[in-house]
């Protein structure tokens, strides 16, 4: 940035920013696992997680990072052969199928263009078409394009059937409303590096009765991920937990419940609006057909090299954020507004994104996103 200091700032879908109140908390003491004092951090720790999840069921946590958990989840509730409905509207999805074809399930896959959302129709309907299906999986929040589905509306149609659905919430917890136990979600994973504000590494799983059920029937083989030895040892860990990083969780999990989950929710509902509102009054075009309020997938204007956008404002403007993934890449660019973010933060970004759109050429009036986004806070702030 030549003759500035060069501040950095993650404005990327995970790893998100981590507060310095956490960051802290993990330069603790690491004390010995199989102790009662650890275990009563371990126990207030996973039962305040149940007020993330909006569920009284068992949360568990083990380190891995948030595909650790989709796996525990996949190798404890599909046995070799069973039918399984997945969803792939984008890279995550994506990676749903292929941990079911790891563990030799029989797939019936909703394959959508990436940037859809399924409906509580189209899953109704594949469970119409297979009723044998055991499990349905989901992702609450496709990062990869930016998407965001009704899982309530899904939870409704899986609910009255008797058929497991899970749904990987790794960007969305924290972020979109999510209440397992009132919507009927079964199956709910996530990991630490996103909506929970903490860096890579901790995974966290929460399971019903209905899922456990099928959970104790499963012959898939497991051992690490074995959730069972988990539910055993529960609130301590069948092996040593990442003991600097539940004090952690425990802090973050402290932050959420002092704002109110509901607030943090539309915190992030009001920076996504700003976003949305920024990049659409820059001319350009959101991917996603129902775009969450996680991250912001936005089109790579015609004319213009998409992989020179994030590689340009990390370089010269210290801000990251997120190029396409997969059929994606150079195609999209895309910036977050999950946990710990501020308005300013997202300011910032556009800022920088509008300088580095001029650079490449793409024309557009100065100014015009950032002044859309003030113009959303501006209602927050001062109420104009
Ligand atoms: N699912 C979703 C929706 C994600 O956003 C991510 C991380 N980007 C993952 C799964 C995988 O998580 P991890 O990289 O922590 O394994």
């Known amino acids: ?3 500035f200091l060069k501040k950095h700032y993650i404005m990327a879908p995970g ?20 102790t009662p004092q650890f275990v009563s951090i371990m126990e207030e720790t996973l039962e305040s997680a149940k007020y993330v999840f909006q569920t009284k069921n068992n949360v568990y946590a083990f380190a891995s990072t948030g595909t650790g958990a989709m796996e525990a989840a996949v190798a404890n509730l599909v046995s070799p052969g069973d039918k399984v409905i997945v969803v792939v509207a984008g890279k995550f999805g994506e990676r749903w199928k292929e941990l079911c074809q790891a ?15 399924v409906t509580p129709e189209q899953i109704e309907e594949a469970l119409n078409k297979n009723p044998d299906a055991k499990v349905v999986f989901t992702t609450y929040s496709e990062t990869s394009t930016g998407t965001v589905i009704d899982l309530e509306g899904i939870a409704r149609v899986t609910k009255e059937k008797d058929v497991v659905l899970v749904t990987d919430a790794v960007s969305a917890l924290g972020a979109e409303p999510l209440k397992m136990d009132e919507w009927g979600v079964d199956v709910v994973v996530t990991g630490s590096q996103k909506g929970l504000m903490l860096p890579p590494g901790l995974a966290l799983i929460s399971l019903n009765d209905k899922a456990w059920e099928l959970v104790e029937k499963s012959r898939s083989p497991r051992y690490y991920f074995d959730l ?10 069948p092996y040593t937990p990442a003991v600097n990083m539940i004090y952690m969780l425990r802090k973050a999990l402290q932050m959420i419940k002092e704002e109110g989950i509901e607030n943090v929710w539309e915190r992030h509902r009001i920076l996504g609006d700003a976003t949305r509102a920024a990049v659409k009054a820059l001319g350009l075009e959101l991917l996603s057909k129902r775009p969450g309020n996680v991250v912001t997938a936005v089109k790579v204007p015609e004319g213009i090299d998409g992989k020179q956008i994030p590689k340009i404002m990390r370089d010269k403007y210290g801000v990251s954020i997120a190029g396409g993934q997969g059929k994606l890449k150079g195609k999209i660019f895309r910036i977050a507004h999950l946990g710990y973010m501020s308005p300013f933060d997202t300011i910032t970004a556009i800022s920088a994104l509008e300088f580095t759109l001029k650079e490449l050429g793409y024309e557009f009036e100065l100014g015009a996103g950032v002044k859309a986004a003030e113009a959303v806070f501006a209602k927050e702030f001062i109420g104009e």
């Open 15 to 34: 790893p998100t920013p981590v507060p310095n109140d956490i960051l802290t908390e993990g330069a603790k003491e690491t004390i010995h696992h199989r």
């Open 1 to 3: 940035m030549g003759k």
């Open 103 to 117: 563990y030799g399930a029989d797939i019936v896959e909703i394959a959508l263009e990436w940037g859809d959302a």
């Open 228 to 237: 069972r030895a988990y539910k055993k040892s529960y609130p301590d860990n």
